[in-house]
């Protein structure tokens, strides 16, 4: 009896018992649970960091404008085109130098240009 059995198993007749089911189900079940536990805290994490850096962008480009409207004198029409214009950079460095530039700049075409390049 244990000979065939044996001989059952290596010619794959025993890999599908009720028993074998449920254990390759249960299996399943606890895999896709892990997983979307994994998920959940991989997507709780990613979205802290992107908070973060968006913030940090948000607050670059904030003192850039505020930097540039306690220095120069313009018009809001340049302040709303400004806002626009660094609104579409995300690039920290790039926006860290722009503050920079924003402090040092003589006046707001010297700042456009380099906004520009």
């Known amino acids: ?9 290596g010619e794959g007749l025993l890999t599908d018992t009720p028993y074998l089911r449920r254990i390759r189900e249960k299996s399943r079940v606890e895999g896709r649970e892990e997983g979307r536990v994994e ?10 960091v992107e908070g973060r850096v968006e913030g940090q962008v948000q607050g670059l480009t904030a003192a850039i404008l505020k930097v540039l409207a306690t220095r120069l004198d ?5 302040y709303n085109r400004l806002e626009q214009q660094l609104a579409a950079i995300h690039d920290m460095s790039r926006l860290q130098a722009l503050l920079q530039t924003a402090v040092l700049t ?9 906004l520009e390049g």
């Not at 009896?1 to 198993?9: F, G, L, P, Q, V």
């Not at 313009?74 to 340049?78: A, L, Q, S």
């Not at 003589?106 to 380099?114: G, I």
């Open 1 to 9: 009896m244990t000979e065939r059995m044996i001989e059952a198993m």
């Open 39 to 48: 998920g959940r805290v991989e997507g709780r994490v990613e979205g802290r």
């Open 74 to 78: 313009f018009t809001i029409r340049t």
């Open 106 to 114: 003589p006046d707001v075409a010297s700042f456009e240009r380099a």
